[in-house]
């Protein structure tokens, strides 16, 4: 099946919206660390913009 349909909920919006090829891994760590100070930001965000990538959702 070589169409999908993704729906973004939550912080995964967030994430997305950062990733614009200007920003590195670390700035978006920083800015949604900003945003979200209770998240747990540094553990989770570099995994998921890694599965992202690795899913061909970003370059």
């Given at each position: 099946m070589p169409?999908?349909?993704?729906?973004?909920?939550?912080?995964?919006?967030?994430?997305?919206?950062?990733?614009?090829?200007?920003?590195?891994?670390?700035?978006?760590?920083?800015?949604?660390?900003?945003?979200?100070?209770?998240a747990p930001?540094?553990?989770?965000?570099?995994?998921?913009?890694?599965?992202l990538h690795?899913?061909?959702?970003?370059?």
């Amino acid at each position: 099946m070589p169409e999908r349909v993704v729906v973004l909920e939550g912080s995964a919006r967030s994430v997305i919206e950062l990733c614009d090829g200007t920003r590195t891994v670390a700035r978006i760590t920083d800015e949604l660390r900003e945003r979200f100070p209770a998240a747990p930001v540094d553990t989770e965000v570099s995994a998921f913009i890694e599965r992202l990538h690795k899913e061909g959702w970003i370059r």
